[in-house]
């Protein structure tokens, strides 16, 4: 009975993360041209960022330049891949990755950015 | 390859990893604080092996750091940039140098799939943006 009450709750737990994502949705929508578009170093400001595609997670350097960072991972819920033993199954599933940088100067200007996909435990994927 | 990049080889970070703990810069950045457990992770021979277990900085402010070999080429994650990742939030602990942290940098050591001689291409921040692919 014990052992058959683990076996639901794991099977719970595997379906909220198979149901779930990480990160922002818009990201995983945006394409190479869009974000051509979108992303021109030397106009595109900080505020246009955030109101296109929100907040991503901030690193701000010595220099004042900062990095922000999206991500966006289908089939799994923020946390799980840090949880012992579920972690090996996310690995083995390893679902593409959707991930933009973006590097702004001292002014808040747009410098560089980069978008690619891949799989965490593989070659990077093509770009759709 | 544009004028900005610098590279290195996988080869020679290996061979880095291969010396004595004291003479890494990961020996060097985490001394700060050196606990039982820290000994006897150091007993492990393949502990240098492992993606986060040494951080490398570059000589510039890098953007993006690749995996080259012959036709084969990976741009690593962020999470391999600028201690971007969970595994650096104890860092402050150390003596972790906040200054350089535009150029620091993990290498998926772990992945032997990438022979010795592979070059290790960085993309520096000051390098313009790549032009779209018709």
Known sequence: MRRARAVAIAACALAAAGCSAVGDRRVAQLDTAQADRLLVPGRTTRDDVRQALGDGAVIRFQSRMETWHYVYREGLAAGWDAVPYLNLIVARIDPPTRELVLLFDTAGVLKRWSLQTYRLHHAAVAPP | ?134
């Not at chain 2, 492992?50 to 036709?71: C, H, K, Q």
């Open chain 2, 1 to 134: 390859m544009p004028g900005g990049q610098r590279r290195g080889t996988a080869g020679a970070c290996r061979r880095h990893a291969g010396r004595p703990a004291e003479q890494q810069v990961h020996g060097n950045l985490q001394r700060g604080l050196r606990t039982p457990v820290s000994a006897i992770m150091d007993a492990s021979d393949e502990l240098c092996l492992l993606d986060d277990a040494e951080v490398r900085f570059a000589e510039r402010p890098i953007f993006g750091v690749a995996l080259v070999s012959g036709a084969r080429r990976r741009t690593l994650p962020y999470s391999y940039l600028h201690g971007s990742t969970g595994a650096m939030a104890l860092a402050g602990l150390f003596d972790w140098p906040y200054a350089p942290r535009d150029r620091a940098y993990f290498l998926p050591l772990e992945d032997r799939s990438w022979p010795d001689d592979t070059q290790v291409v960085f993309d520096a921040m000051d390098d313009p943006q790549p032009e779209p692919a018709p």
